[in-house]
Nanobody, 120 residues
Framework: QVQLVESGGGLVQPGGSLRLSCAAS????????MRWYRQAPGKAREWVAG????????SYADSVKGRFTISRDNAKNTLYLQMNSLKPEDTAVYYC?????????????WGQGTQVTVSS
């Protein structure tokens, strides 16, 4: 059974930090490209950050570049998102996503999301 389980969300003041985790099971985590997405109330889901299967290549949305860091521990089957200097506009449900390729075909997995609220 495939599972992606996010944790680490919560309420934080502007300027604060949070570390999200995403525990993976039921598939070969180390072979999957992993990403974080977020969805704010009334808005479409947006991509936040991505990471290659080995962790050697990262990419970030302009809105979080320099503040967020994506990483993974393939030995623990876990994806992370370190979020620093948080702003109210970072408030959203954060989702982890995995994509695995087999030739031209791919498989997507999504977590259930964790709420991050940035407010004073």
């Amino acid at each position: 059974q495939v599972q992606l389980v996010e944790s680490g969300g919560g309420l934080v003041q502007p300027g604060g930090s949070l570390r999200l985790s995403c525990a993976a099971s039921g598939f070969t985590f180390s072979s999957y490209i992993m990403r974080w997405y977020r969805q704010a109330p009334g808005k479409a889901r947006e991509w936040v950050a991505g990471l290659s299967s080995t962790g050697g290549s990262t990419s970030y949305a302009d809105s979080v570049k320099g503040r967020f860091t994506i990483s993974r521990d393939n030995a623990k089957n876990t994806l992370y998102l370190q979020m620093n200097s948080l702003k109210p506009e970072d408030t959203a449900v954060y989702y982890c996503h995995g994509r695995g390729y087999s030739g031209s075909m791919y498989t997507d997995y999504w977590g259930q999301g964790t709420q991050v609220t940035v407010s004073s």
